[in-house]
């Protein structure tokens, strides 16, 4: 598999957390955000991805793992951004 190949989300999407946040979550039950953020979160681990790393070309590995980190950091932003909303809604 070429780095193309892989889902990767868009980097625009990936730079604001709270944009991130709302796609990831868009289709889950109302009050599972972030339970969804969180097996995103399990998703996109550089360690826990690594076992999809055998299925990449070798000469795409370096941007693949780089993606990986973006996303997996974005991902980690999106879901304190959702806690912190969480925070501060009155209850």
């Known amino acids: ?5 892989f889902p990767f989300v868009d980097d625009a999407l990936t730079s604001r957390a709270a944009t991130l946040r709302d796609f990831l979550t868009s289709d889950a ?3 599972d955000a972030r339970a969804r ?11 826990k991805f690594s076992k999809y790393l055998d299925l990449a070309r070798e000469e795409d590995l370096g ?9 997996s950091r ?15 809604r009155p209850r």
């Open 37 to 47: 953020l969180r097996e995103e979160l399990v998703r996109w681990h550089p360690d």
């Open 74 to 88: 974005a991902v980690r932003d999106a879901f304190k951004a959702s806690a912190a909303a969480a925070a501060a």
């Open 63 to 71: 941007e693949i793992r780089d993606r990986v980190n973006a996303t």
């Open 1 to 5: 598999m070429r780095a193309k190949d």
């Open 29 to 31: 039950p109302r009050g």
